[in-house]
T-cell receptor, first 113, second 116 residues
Framework: AQSVAQPEDQVNVAEGNPLTVKCTYSVSGNPYLFWYVQYPNRGLQFLLKYITGDNLVKGSYGFEAEFNKSQTSFHLKKPSALVSDSALYFCAVRIGNFNKFYFGSGTKLNVKP | GAVVSQHPSRVICKSGTSVKIECRSLDFQATTMFWYRQFPKQSLMLMATSNEGSKATYEQGVEKDKFLINHASLTLSTLTVTSAHPEDSSFYIC????????????FGPGTRLTVL
C-alpha cells in the first residue's frame, strides 16, 4: 500500500533557527513528492515538488527539501525560520499510474519569537 | 501559480437541505479535479476524483448518492451534499491540475460547511 508518514505532529523552533519537517514515504513505484502549507481556515498552498533530477529542491518562501531515495525521505527545511512560517505542513506523494495524492497526517510548525 | 477558487467560502444550512459547492480553475483548464474533506486538526481525506465529461470516481466509503459530483467543463466542478446532516459538517477542499502525474495540484481556499 502507498503511504506517507510525517512522524512529528508538532515542531517547535525559535525564530532565526533552522527548521526541519520530516516526511517519509512508502510506494511501489517512482514517487512524485510534494510539500504544501496550510494556514488556518485556508486551502493548501504549494511549496515545492520533486519529480526527477537534483535531489535538493528549492521552493517558495525560502523552503527547500531533499529527496533521499535510500532513506525514502523528503524532509522540508529552511535555514532561518520566521514567525510567519507557523502553519500546518503536509507532505504528499503521487505515484505513476495512480492519479491521486496521498497526504501525510500533517505537522504543525510553531516558530516562536 | 495557478488559481483555484471555491464558492461559497462558508455555508450554514439546516439538516435535510442540499448544498452545492463550486470549484473553479481560473487561469487554466483542469481535466481532473479532486475533492477532499478535512476534519479539525486532521489531514485531507480524498473523497472523489472528478473527471471532465465523465462520472466521478469515488473513494471507498464515500457515498456517491450523498456527495454528487459534476465536472461539466474544464474549469468547473461542483460538489453537492444532498440531504445534509450535522455529521456532514466539515471543511471541503478541491484541487485542480492541468494534467500529468508530475503536475502540481493547486488547491482552492476551502468551504466550511456547518449543518444545524
Amino acid at each position: 500500500a502507498q503511504s506517507v508518514a510525517q512522524p512529528e505532529d508538532q515542531v517547535n523552533v525559535a525564530e532565526g533557527n533552522p527548521l526541519t519537517v520530516k516526511c517519509t514515504y512508502s510506494v511501489s513505484g517512482n514517487p512524485y513528492l510534494f510539500w504544501y502549507v496550510q494556514y488556518p481556515n485556508r486551502g493548501l498552498q504549494f511549496l515545492l515538488k520533486y519529480i526527477t533530477g537534483d535531489n535538493l529542491v528549492k521552493g517558495s518562501y525560502g523552503f527547500e527539501a531533499e529527496f533521499n531515495k535510500s532513506q525514502t525521505s523528503f524532509h522540508l527545511k529552511k535555514p532561518s525560520a520566521l514567525v510567519s512560517d507557523s502553519a500546518l505542513y503536509f507532505c504528499a506523494v503521487r505515484i505513476g499510474n495512480f492519479n491521486k495524492f496521498y497526504f501525510g497526517s500533517g505537522t504543525k510548525l510553531n516558530v516562536k519569537p | 501559480g495557478a488559481v483555484v477558487s471555491q464558492h461559497p467560502s462558508r455555508v450554514i444550512c439546516k439538516s435535510g437541505t442540499s448544498v452545492k459547492i463550486e470549484c473553479r480553475s481560473l487561469d487554466f483548464q483542469a481535466t481532473t479535479m479532486f475533492w477532499y474533506r478535512q476534519f479539525p486538526k486532521q489531514s485531507l481525506m480524498l473523497m472523489a476524483t472528478s473527471n471532465e465529461g465523465s462520472k466521478a470516481t469515488y473513494e471507498q466509503g464515500v457515498e456517491k448518492d450523498k456527495f454528487l459530483i459534476n465536472h461539466a467543463s474544464l474549469t468547473l466542478s461542483t460538489l453537492t451534499v444532498t440531504s445534509a446532516h450535522p455529521e456532514d459538517s466539515s471543511f471541503y477542499i478541491c484541487s485542480a491540475g492541468s494534467g500529468g502525474l508530475a503536475d502540481t495540484q493547486y488547491f482552492g481556499p476551502g468551504t466550511r460547511l456547518t449543518v444545524l
